[in-house]
């Protein structure tokens, strides 16, 4: 009983089973229809044929179909929590706007209105037309 006998592979680790759980040799990576989405995907658009590109659109609406469906349903609290985040939300926008407009419009007012610094005052030069108006 000097010998040393080796039942498995060579390089194989600890843990690591050779078959699928089914018995099948096959590798896992989901369906062909999945494997080949995924070899379009990295493919250019220009590079793709018509037919590839209908596959490829019809995966990706069969996905989103399929994540829609399976979309869990959002709790109660959740709900609430958004509403009021998106009032208060709401409010905090209307009230900034409000105060930068409010202030665009005191400064427009102070530079361009009587008195402001861009406003420029008629010079002595300029003819007086008032009398024509009598």
């Known amino acids: 009983m000097n010998d040393l006998?080796?039942?498995?592979?060579?390089?194989?680790?600890?843990?690591?089973r050779r078959k699928n759980p089914?018995?099948?040799?096959?590798?896992?990576?989901?369906?062909?229809?999945?494997?080949?989405?995924?070899q379009l995907r990295k493919k250019k658009l220009?590079?793709?044929?018509?037919?590839?590109?209908?596959?490829?659109?019809?995966?990706?609406?069969?996905?989103?179909?399929?994540?829609?469906?399976?979309?869990?349903?959002?709790?109660?609290g959740r709900k609430k929590v958004t509403e009021?985040?998106?009032?208060?939300?709401?409010?905090?926008?209307?009230?900034?706007?409000?105060g930068f407009t409010e202030r665009m419009a005191e400064d427009f007012a102070s530079r361009y209105g009587p008195g402001g610094s861009?406003?420029?005052r008629p010079s002595a030069d300029v003819i007086d037309l008032k009398f024509l108006k009598d």
């Open 84 to 98: 009021i985040l998106s009032k208060v939300g709401g409010d905090l926008v209307s009230a900034a706007v409000k």
């Open 5 to 16: 006998k080796h039942f498995g592979i060579p390089g194989m680790r600890w843990g690591i």
């Open 46 to 76: 220009k590079d793709l044929s018509n037919n590839e590109i209908k596959d490829l659109n019809n995966r990706l609406q069969l996905e989103k179909q399929y994540k829609e469906l399976t979309r869990k349903k959002i709790s109660f």
């Open 118 to 120: 861009a406003y420029s």
């Open 22 to 38: 089914d018995g099948s040799t096959k590798q896992r990576g989901g369906s062909e229809d999945f494997k080949r989405t995924k």
